[in-house]
């Protein structure tokens, strides 16, 4: 299995609405990313987990929270976001030794309503 | 803070035409990646760099690196549709002990009949 799987891969939610993205890889890889890629724009870093612990976070607001509930998952817990939160979603992973490259997921394309 | 700048931003070109990318980044590394991304999907991965002189190539595309430059190229040779796309170069940045991809902007392809 050479894939990270996102999930779902469109969702519009209000403004009040609480509701959560995930995402899984089955390649052993021991750091996982969330991006952020608004429209026209390079994707832009969020959160970094490395073997299941938080090792950077972008100064992103407390409206995102990320979890990794165990090395396969990853997850991305959405609450009250404002309508300017509505980009693509990108979940990615790699090794962390003998370094060759990033696995990016398909993405979520959010929609705050 | 880590600068990934890419030259040219737009670029449109006839099919059967050759020419030459650039991305320069602003500290040292030696973690260079390409991807492709077309509308509404993903980022493809298309090269990983790791040391100075890397020279790869797939298909119509090469890519090198220079680290002592802090430049890296992407030649496209007889440019065909299909290449149409948007081209990221990402350089690898050590922060807290994890790695993180810094994006260049990113340069949108179309290749015209």
């Known amino acids: 299995d050479t894939e990270v799987t996102q999930t779902p891969k469109h969702l519009v939610m209000g403004m009040t609405n609480k509701k959560s993205l995930k995402c899984e890889q089955h390649?052993?890889?021991?750091?996982m990313y969330w991006y952020k890629q608004k429209a026209k724009k390079p994707p832009e870093l969020m959160f970094v987990?490395?073997?299941?612990?938080?090792?950077i976070n972008e100064s992103v607001p407390s409206r995102f929270s990320p979890e990794c509930p165990n090395s396969s998952l990853l997850n991305l817990h959405l609450h009250a976001l404002q309508p300017e939160d509505s980009a693509l979603y990108l979940c990615?992973?790699?090794?962390?030794?003998?370094?060759?490259?990033?696995?990016f997921g398909s993405g979520t394309r959010l929609t705050v309503v | 803070e880590l600068k990934v700048e890419q030259n040219p931003l737009f670029l449109s070109m006839q099919e059967g035409k050759n020419y030459t990318i650039y991305c320069n980044y602003s500290?040292?590394?030696?973690?260079l990646y390409w991807y492709r991304q077309d509308p509404g999907k993903s980022l493809e991965s298309l090269f990983v760099l790791l040391s100075n002189g890397a020279v790869k190539q797939e298909g119509r595309l090469m890519a090198s690196l220079d680290t002592k430059a802090r430049l890296s190229t992407l030649h496209i040779t007889a440019a065909v549709h299909d290449l149409s796309a948007t081209y990221f170069c990402a350089v690898g940045d050590e922060a807290g002990g994890s790695e993180k991809l810094v994006f260049g902007k990113g340069m949108k392809l179309t290749v015209n009949p």
């Open positions: 390649m052993g890889h021991r750091a």
């Open positions: 990615a992973s790699s090794r962390l030794t003998g370094h060759y490259g990033y696995t």
């Open positions: 987990y490395s073997y299941e612990k938080l090792s």
């Open positions: 500290t040292t590394s030696d973690r």
